[in-house]
């Protein structure tokens, strides 16, 4: 096939999307309204595990203003349980959206109204009494796996939702044999993302059309389709999901849980009902994630080579990571990924999946890599200072070089390219290691701040096709020559700030020789575009991007075809260039005149061969060259394609008086292969490591063993402001990767993945002087002290009235 | 989060104001509305009457009054913060403010608001205890003036009944050797403050200490002055003598855990930042010259 010339893949190319943005002409789902639309509110749970015993409407269904009040028993009748999005070997509640016999987490909806306003919906939930049995709670991981615990479905017979493991090598003779064995125990706690727009969805269920029409916030319009359509047992093909801006997803709208509660009121009332959660209601019961426990031992050869890995993940998913939300199987990938990027002789691993009565768990950048991530970079930096080894030097020993791609991981994914030590190396120069160092020695002690530098290096494998779920392992998008000689490309990928609406116009302009402006980008509704699943687990770059790109190439060869027959000239001979097509020294058509000519001057009759492939447009299905889901000899499968890499350094002053840690300079060098836009891949690096200190500083939902949520609003649930973060430098490596058309892979979850093990590292470090060792996050000030109380030598400097 | 049905009157006099307060029984008065709305909007506050009182002239004014700095109800924090009478005769309440919120809180926000509303760890409120504010309550049947330490009952409580309205607070201006600091942790800037401590030194003859105040944020139920006399008082204030009444302060206050940090954490903070704010007040009352 002809190649192309890059010219806009590459290109810091201004965001089409943002004139509409940044000047509040964005159109979101709430910006949306319809006559005779009615507004959603939904009563919900205040306790954590409860029988309900009884629910009396009848005073809120007889206020003026009130046209629906839907219980979970009234749901029962006209809808199914919500459709599992991941199915993996897992035990899958029979669970509503509306609760019904049980509730099972603080805030899950049990009424829902639709009113002629807010207010009034909100008015009329004051009108409802609800009878409750209230039960025992848990909400910690390892009390919810131990005997005796209390039950969320005693049908199960425990709390365990899925368990998985797998063995490679002689593990048990490994760590026999050791030189040296580690051991740790790393919780994460439990946090998510937070978009500007919350879950927000407008049902129209037309009675007259038998047509469900769904505006909603969602990151996969095809894939809330298909789990709306199931969860009703109303036909697919009647359902339109139409998904305007967006305004925020992080793998946070990955499903349709709460959304179809405003679907079913409109089926009950044949109005329109829009529901736009409040941020109460997202803090208690949007996807939630994080949570988790591990258990690592590590064998290290006396020259500081790693042996073996044998750990354990004890997951939390809430109430639920199987219906509500996909949030189950993000620990099977962690298990899957915990040897990171580094060799390993022998390596055991075990997960287990608790639920328990905290509100639902969905993906939240990262969906397990940041689970892998987050032990073995605190062990690796925590092992080199036992060794008597830089964190660098015991990384750099370790890595898998960068002449041995591809790969085969001891778990089985086979890394396609990369160079890990290079990334390193850049990152040493970039935040310049040696002179922090020298800093730091010169100044501890003088005061009461701490200097201290923690490093983290990452894998992101991206582009999962992972089997028995919505997470699946193809892409569909369409590219069309439009009469007039622009071209649209259709795609059920959504643009949900990644900015794929502009990268997506570089990579089709490049192919057909066109500039990004002659090219837009269709997405956001079902009824437009291909069944394409949509931008999670960073597959853009990786499934899309290829897609697109071969679709175009496709159309371009027969373009190429109908102009080589008009020209009696070789296909082969010719090119896409300034919008046109050419013959070397010799012919030109623009798009337009060979537009025109296919559909109108004459049309294709006349311009066409019989030979020749569809002109017009091109559907074309790309999957993975490399993914497989038939276990090799040792068992194992591959579900990702592309595997992008990393490192990450932050630089700390820590308090030792107040605990208060502030961050100094955060420096990321990754590789991501080709880069399509360089603006927005430094503006994804820069986010997603801000949502990551977030995690590693303040960011918790912090339930108390009754299952009771106590920070429901954002002056008590934190997010970094732009106080809190210094700038952030970024370089990069270009790693292009083989199995990808373009040599892309995908980028929107690595520096989400490093921050909190890099911001351990650096408080580690900062305070060596009192061997301080972080047993839990966020790090808060409060926790910062916590650690330091339990050093003899801080207690003497420090501890008020010494 | 939208807040249950209410009236709303908007009155621009005195008069005006208290007719209004006697006419409705669950009124509640809105000044610059950043602490009301909010609870309004979670129904944790179900008034059925608004009164708006912005537009009260009589209420938005800052004047010296012989020793005394009088701040009207309707005082803006950043008018406060903007004031050059106010930087320059009680330039910890200028220190103060600054740590309030962020710009569009401090915009539209009010001084008296935040008083008769009493966050334990309002800014305004710590360094109106360590400057020994009083503040002056009216009805329709006359005024009371009452010290801001008897004002403050509890956490959101003050000594106000339902007709009556904060109309001003007074402010003693300080001696002229005096220093002042204001010292706060938050989580983040612009948060409620974890604990936060207002100091006012005066020193006399060999560099002594001749008076002190000190207040504290977020350990107690309202915003609480501590007496750090014995410890500093007579005395050059070096580490050793704020350490003291560190340790003073840590035997006279329980913070309790609450949603923002443990009370462990709370009294170690608040033996942090006495320490810091005393020795911050000295120099600064030192600065001022003999």
Redesign the interface.
């Known amino acids: 096939m002809t190649k192309s010339t890059s010219r806009w893949v590459g290109a810091s190319l201004a965001r089409k999307q943002d004139l509409r943005l940044v000047t509040g002409h964005g159109r979101y789902t709430d910006d949306i309204s319809v006559p005779g639309m009615l507004h959603a509110a939904m009563l919900r749970s205040p306790h954590a595990h409860a029988r309900i015993k009884s629910v009396d409407v009848s005073r809120a269904r007889a206020l003026p203003g009130v046209h629906a009040v839907l219980t979970g028993e009234d749901a029962k009748r006209y809808w199914g349980p919500l459709a599992p999005t991941i199915d993996i070997g897992m035990k899958v509640p029979t669970v509503y959206a509306l609760a019904t016999d049980k509730v099972y987490y603080m805030g899950e909806p049990v009424v829902a109204i639709a009113a002629d306003t807010?207010?009034l919906a909100?008015?009329a939930l004051e009108f409802i009494d609800v009878e409750y049995e209230v039960l025992p709670a848990v909400t910690d991981t390892e009390a919810a796996l131990a005997p005796g615990a209390p039950l969320l479905y005693p049908e199960w017979g425990d709390n365990v939702q899925c368990a998985w493991g797998m063995s490679v090598g002689a593990v048990d003779e490994t760590f026999a044999r050791a030189d040296h064995v580690f051991e740790f125990r790393l919780p994460q706690h439990r946090y998510s993302g937070a978009s500007l727009e919350g879950r927000a969805a407008l049902a129209h269920y037309d009675a007259y059309n038998r047509k469900l029409t769904l505006h909603c916030s969602t990151q996969a319009p095809n894939l809330v389709r298909t789990l709306v359509a199931q969860t009703f047992r109303f036909p697919e093909h009647d359902v339109q999901v139409i998904a305007p801006d967006i305004g925020g997803g992080y793998g946070n709208k990955l499903q349709a849980d709460a959304e179809v509660i405003p679907c079913l009121l409109s089926l009950a009332t044949g109005r329109p009902v829009k529901w736009t959660e409040?941020?109460?209601e997202n803090l208690l019961s949007g996807m939630q994630c994080r949570d988790y426990v591990w258990y690592l031992k590590v064998a290290v050869s006396k020259d500081g080579i790693l042996q073996g890995l044998d750990a354990q993940v004890l997951g939390n998913v809430g109430c639920d990571g199987t219906c509500h939300a996909a949030g189950a199987g993000k620990f099977l990938v962690a298990a899957g990924y915990v040897p990171g990027p580094y060799k390993w002789h022998a390596f055991r691993v075990a997960t287990k999946v608790a639920v328990s009565n905290k509100a639902p768990s969905g993906a939240y950048r990262g969906y397990g890599k940041d689970i892998a991530n987050y032990p073995l970079e605190v062990a690796m930096s925590r092992m080199a200072d036992a060794l008597g080894l830089s964190p660098a030097e015991f990384r750099r020993r370790n890595f898998v070089g960068k002449d041995e791609f591809p790969y085969q991981q001891i778990s089985g994914p086979v890394y396609d390219s990369g160079d890990y030590a290079q990334c390193l190396a850049k990152l040493l120069e970039l935040v310049d290691y040696d002179e922090v160092k020298q800093r730091q020695a010169a100044t501890q002690g003088k005061s009461a701040k701490y200097l201290g530098i923690g490093i983290a290096s990452m894998l992101e494998p991206s582009g999962g096709a992972v089997p028995s779920c919505i997470f699946n392992s193809y892409e569909v998008a369409t590219v069309r020559l439009m009469p007039e000689g622009g071209v649209l490309v259709l795609t059920g990928h959504q643009d949900i700030g990644q900015g794929s609406e502009t990268t997506l116009c570089q990579v089709v302009a490049d192919e057909l020789g066109l500039t990004p402006d002659d090219v837009r980008v269709v997405y956001g509704d079902t009824n437009a575009v291909p069944y394409g699943l949509g931008p999670w687990s960073s597959r853009g770059a990786t499934f899309n991007v290829s897609c697109i790109a071969e679709a175009a190439r496709r159309l371009k060869a027969n373009l190429f075809e109908v102009v080589a027959n008009l020209w009696q000239c070789e296909a082969a001979g010719l090119v896409a260039a300034d919008g046109a097509i050419v013959e070397p020294g010799g012919r030109r058509m623009t798009l337009r005149e060979l537009g025109n000519k296919l559909h109108l001057w004459p049309g294709a009759f006349g311009v066409v061969p019989k030979h020749v492939a569809n002109p017009f447009e091109v559907t074309h299905y790309w999957t993975s060259p490399i993914a497989s889901w038939t276990p090799d000899e040792l068992g194992r499968i591959r579900l990702y394609t592309t595997h992008p890499s990393g490192s990450s350094a932050i630089i700390v002053e820590v308090d030792a008086?107040?605990?208060?840690i502030e961050v100094k300079d955060v420096a990321i060098v990754d590789d991501c292969g080709v880069i399509i836009n360089p603006t927005i891949v430094e503006g994804q690096l820069h986010g997603g490591y801000v949502q990551g200190i977030g995690g590693a500083l303040?960011e918790e939902f912090?339930y108390d063993e009754r299952g009771q949520l106590?920070?429901t609003?954002l002056?008590?649930y934190?997010h970094?402001?732009a106080?809190?973060v210094p700038d952030i430098k970024c370089d990069h490596v270009i790693s292009p990767s083989p199995y990808t058309t373009l040599g892309t892979k995908g980028m929107g979850e690595g520096s989400t993945i490093m921050p909190c093990a890099a911001m351990v590292n650096a408080v580690e470090d900062a305070l060596k002087p009192f061997g301080v060792r972080v047993d839990q996050l966020p790090l808060?000030?409060?926790r910062v002290?916590?650690l330091l109380k339990t050093s003899s030598i801080w207690r003497e400097m420090y501890?008020?009235?010494a | 989060?939208?807040?249950?049905?209410f009236d709303y009157v908007r009155v621009d006099t005195l008069p005006a104001l208290f007719s209004a307060l006697a006419a409705h029984d669950n009124a509640k008065i809105i000044a610059g509305g950043q602490s009301l709305v909010p609870m309004m909007n979670?129904?944790v506050a179900q008034p059925e009457v608004l009164v708006d009182i912005n537009g009260v002239e009589a209420l938005n004014h800052v004047g010296r009054d012989g020793d005394w700095l009088c701040i009207g109800a309707m005082a803006r924090y950043q008018d406060l913060i903007d004031s050059p009478l106010v930087r320059e005769s009680l330039p910890l309440l200028s220190e103060a403010l600054g740590h309030v919120g962020y710009p569009a809180i401090r915009n539209r926000g009010t001084l008296g608001g935040s008083v008769v509303h009493n966050d334990p760890s309002a800014e305004g409120g710590v360094a109106l205890c360590c400057l020994g504010a009083e503040v002056v309550v009216a009805s329709a049947k006359g005024e009371r003036v009452v010290p801001i330490a008897e004002f403050f009952v509890t956490t959101y409580l003050t000594d106000i009944a339902p007709h009556e309205v904060l109309t001003e607070i007074r402010i003693p201006v300080p001696l002229p050797r005096s220093g002042s600091a204001f010292r706060e942790?938050a989580?983040?800037?612009?948060?409620?403050a974890?604990v936060n401590v207002a100091a006012l030194v005066s020193v006399g003859a060999g560099d002594k200490v001749s008076a002190v105040s000190l207040a504290l944020g977020g350990v107690a139920e309202t915003p609480l002055s501590f007496d750090v006399g014995p410890a500093v008082i007579g005395h050059p204030l070096d580490a050793a003598r704020a350490?003291e009444a560190?340790?003073l302060v840590?035997a006279l206050s329980d913070p309790q855990d609450d949603?923002?940090?443990?009370g462990e954490?709370k009294?170690?903070?608040?033996?942090?930042?006495v320490k810091q704010a005393l020795l911050a007040a000295y120099i600064d009352a030192m600065a001022k010259g003999a």
Do not use: C
């Open positions: 807010r207010y909100e008015d409040s941020r109460q008086e107040t605990g208060k303040m912090h106590w920070n609003d002056t008590s934190l970094p402001l106080t809190d808060t000030p409060e002290i916590r501890e008020v009235g | 989060m939208k807040p249950k049905p979670f129904r942790l989580k983040r800037v612009g948060d409620f974890i350490a560190a340790r840590d949603n923002v940090a443990g954490y009294r170690h903070l608040a033996g942090v930042l």
